[in-house]
């Protein structure tokens, strides 16, 4: 099924919000904006706006000398996965902001040259400096299941099934992610929003209404893993991490 995209390079100009199950009951609702960017039209701001919104190898899978589609591509081969000459890889994500990012979740939609979309990667970023990222093939209704294999939270361990849908169209652009123990819900979050192209008024009126984005992305999940342990919500051990970007 070939999909309809929004116009790229876009900002995502939306909200997330996050709700925690269990004995210790936890939500939260935050603006937030992101890009979506085509991998083979990465945008150079000019200098003036450079500093609110750059992009980089280092921040994502694979070899910080190599371009991040090459690094997406490789990845994908070492999966059997090749999108052939015209493949795309389009990049919901956070952008460097005076030199910092943190994006908790990057999602990769990978399409053939037929426009047809082959799978989407899920690079799931911890406050560690880990990562990991998750293959899958949503089905007709951008709906995907896996398994956890990383550890994000310091209040959950590795282990559970993520359900995950993914929507990209012209006016809306959503991602929810849940995570099930067995069948109880322990955690889940979504980010929706709304892609405008990303001209320089927008992305200046931007920087202007929510400036340091990652920033307090960064500050948010702090404050938020600090309310949880004032409430002595057991804290999990993290687990020796290997970087594995091969499944």
Known sequence: MVIDLPTLPALVSGTVSHRRAGPVRHAFHHRVYQWIVDLDAVPHQPWWLRPFGTFSSTDHLGDPNLTIKENVEHYLADNSIRLGRGGR??????????????????????????????????????????RHPYLLRPDATGFARTDKRFYVSPFFDVRGTYALSFTLQPDVVSISVTLYHGTDLAFSATVRGRPRPATRPAILAQVLRRPLMPHRVSALIRMHGIWLWLRRVPVVGR?????????
């Open 239 to 247: 687990p020796r991490h290997t970087l594995q970007e091969t499944s």
């Open 89 to 130: 890889i389009l990049m919901l994500a956070q952008a460097r902001v005076f030199g910092h990012v943190f994006d908790p979740l990057t999602v990769f939609w990978c399409f053939a040259a037929d426009g047809t979309l082959a799978c989407v990667v899920a690079e799931v970023h911890n406050t560690y400096g880990e």
